[in-house]
């Protein structure tokens, strides 16, 4: 056999794998497509991704902020929070729109309104997406780390109006004041798993979810 015929078989191996992840995308999609799909349970947790998804009850909880932050046809931005973007699809009533910029592809049954997103890129973004386009962005840093703050920051100020809703590690508390300017609520997010660090939301504008610790459920 010639070098040649050998390195047509490499590249038959190379396209027939794009083809078996191609159709093993498509089978997710219509598999997805098959369950109510804006529920939590409908696509399973990645740790390798570092997916965490919210308890129903905190998602719910931050889905009305953003929703009442956002005002009358208010655009919100849900980066890398899937579980929230969920429950506004759950509670979509036509007075506002959301869109999720996600890593994981498995979300792109979602259509239009999934947008894929490395934070390793910020910048690196849909050409429909313009600057200062949205009036709230909800954002959960998939890394505790100051370098995935830092490079996820240039986004949110990218595509925020003004209002930021974000999710991270109490030990963040100091750089996210520095690098966007936000307080710690006294609301209590909760995880479908218990994480071994402690969770806090914080935000750069008056919210509800610093007004009653009744508000921690």
């Known amino acids: 056999m010639s070098d040649s015929d050998d390195d047509d078989d490499i590249r038959l191996s190379a396209h027939a794998l794009a083809a078996l992840q191609e159709f093993q995308l498509d089978q997710q999609k219509k598999e997805y497509a098959g369950l109510n799909n804006y529920f939590t349970e409908s696509i399973e947790e990645d740790w390798q991704l570092s997916q965490f998804w919210y308890s129903d009850e905190t998602a719910l909880r931050l889905a009305q902020e953003a929703i009442e932050a956002s005002g009358n046809n208010g655009r919100i931005a849900c980066i890398s929070t899937p579980s929230i973007y969920q429950k506004l699809k759950q509670l979509w009533n036509g007075e506002f729109s959301a869109i999720l910029l996600e890593y994981d592809r498995r979300f792109s ?13 910020p910048m690196n973004l849909h050409e429909d997406l313009q600057p200062h386009s949205f009036d709230i962005v909800i954002v959960d840093p998939p890394y505790l780390s100051e370098e995935c703050l830092s490079k996820i920051t240039l986004t949110v100020k990218y595509l925020t109006k003004g209002k930021i809703l974000l999710c991270t590690g109490a030990v963040m508390e100091d750089l996210a004041a520095k690098l966007l300017s936000v307080k710690m609520c006294k609301f209590l997010p909760k995880h479908n798993r218990n994480l071994a660090n402690e969770f806090r939301c914080y935000t750069n504008y008056e919210s509800k979810l610093d007004l009653d610790s009744l508000l921690n459920i």
Request: net charge negative.
């Open 109 to 121: 049954v979602y259509g239009n309104e999934f947008v894929f997103y490395d934070y390793n890129y």
